[in-house]
């Protein structure tokens, strides 16, 4: 029963196109129309511009309960080539496809398709549905909703965080910072570099620098339990220049850091400025007095590490029956949930792999294995 309500709730979700650069506005009115229903009232923390909302809907009573989160964003399909339409849910061979069928409108749906399950009994303690946007630019839509939790909405005592994992308790995830260097040179006829300050050429020697201080952190970094068991930095756009025949004044390079939890943010935006005021400035202020190197932050989303004995981590392991726990190198919400207090963990129905690629998928094995585990909570929390 509750399977297929879990899939025909997916199909729902799958069709709004939550691209995370688009409103999601019809998803979340769907939901709140949805548990209105069922009899429970939605708190909406809307954006600033209006066009977006994290949904916080609470079933039962009582200080603590259960969180369970999630976002209703995916990313873009943009130049992927897909067997189906990707806002069409469309089984297949036991899997259920489409965009956010693994990342993660599956969690979603198995969380509302439960709703029912939640209401039938007396609950000893709430469970609160968390539903984010923007996960995907930076995690940035949830902060607003999680700095009222303990204020005006309930904090929960613990907040699963049902990302893709296959189902298994995740209590660990690397930190993110994405970085902008912008370079200002000085234009000159492309005849006669010697007059300006080449802008592109700088950054190709910033690029050489993150990408030696990126071996120097491979090699000297080590905790296995990550994959790769070091921080990792990557470029992944530059744009600069205007003409051929015109030495460029501009550039610009985007860059990020994938840091391991205990590893503090900062140091390598400063060894590139060192080696810019080192190495580079120097001669380009010869040509240019104004030239410069800059780099601005652009967004981090904290590590995750579960507190030791963490109450979220400890029901996780007793609903899924796992003994042990593993991490992730992708980033989540949960380590902004942990800052505020609230002990997370991440598990959820989906592997990964599909995520973010063309055919997403999530089996239909994982949606009922993320319904038993509902199923499960629900039990322990009437007993
Ligand atoms: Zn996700």
Redesign the pocket.
Known sequence: MSLKEAKDLLAKLVGFDTTSAKPNLDLIAFVQYYLAGHGIASTLVTSTDGDKANLYATIGEGPGGIGLSG?SDCVPVTGQSWTSDPFTLTERDGRLYGRGTC??KGFIACVLASVKLFKTGALKEPIHIIISYD??VGCAGVRPLIARLGADLPRPRAVIVG??TSMQVIDAHKRIDAYRTTVTGKEAHSSLPSLGVNAISVAAELIGELDRVAAEIASTENDPRFEPPYSTVSVGMIDGGTAVNIVPKSCEIRWQVRSLPRVPAGQVPNTLAAFAERALLPKMRKVAPAASVETESQTSVPAFTAAPQSDAVALAMALTGANRTSVVSYA?EAGLFEEAGCPAVICGPGDIAQ?HAADEFVSVAQIEACLKFLEDLTARLRA
């Open positions: 976002h990342d993660m996960e995907e990302e893709p989540t995520a």
